[in-house]
């Protein structure tokens, strides 16, 4: 359920705006890098997974996330490879949301979902540096998105509410 996973909040640190995603603070682009994860990984191979991927050569459309929304170094390299395919130059948050899900099966658990979609914010960031602030914004702002998306079109129990005026600075105030 989209409005469990998606409880997404912006805590301000000395350093800036950090995303903060299910209580746990988010990678911002600099820190899902290094690719160690107590072991070395091959680029090559990554980047030859995510172009089969890319193309869906003897993979099922449903099975390309399985292969980069894992924690661990190999994972993170292939979506990062898999992202280089897009290019949302130009192309609004929404309007590359849209390019990226009609290509992309989002399923698994909330994490997995969303370190896919770190990876879509990661690169549509690269792709317009000046449209957001970080990718951590892009991220927040692609999740806001999906959830009221799932919420105005799923089948949805409980609906989002709003009992009065919207202040999504009134958790920072001290």
């Not at 997404?8 to 160690?36: D, F, K, Q, W």
């Not at 089969?52 to 994972?75: A, E, M, P, T």
């Not at 390019?99 to 960031?125: C, M, N, P, Y």
Request: aromatic share 8%.
């Amino acid at each position: 359920n989209w409005s469990f996973w998606c409880l997404v909040a912006i805590a301000l640190n000395g350093s800036g705006p950090v995303l903060v995603a299910n209580g746990e603070p988010g990678r911002t682009a600099e820190s899902a890098t290094p690719h160690m994860n107590g072991g070395d990984m091959d680029r090559e191979k990554a980047f030859r997974l995510a172009e089969r991927l890319f193309k869906l050569d003897g993979i099922q459309r449903v099975d390309v996330v399985k292969h980069f929304d894992k924690d661990n170094s190999f994972s993170r390299a292939v979506g990062e490879e898999y992202l280089r395919f897009f290019d949302f130059t130009g192309q609004t948050l929404d309007q590359a949301l849209r390019s990226f899900l009609k290509v992309v099966i989002l399923l698994g658990e909330t994490q997995e979902r969303e370190r896919v979609l770190q990876h879509f914010a990661d690169r549509f960031h690269q792709c317009n540096p000046d449209s957001f602030s970080s990718p951590g914004a892009v991220l927040a702002i692609t999740c806001a998105l999906m959830l009221l998306n799932t919420d105005l079109h799923g089948q949805v129990g409980n609906r989002i509410e709003l009992n009065g005026p919207l202040n999504c600075g009134a958790a920072h105030q001290p």
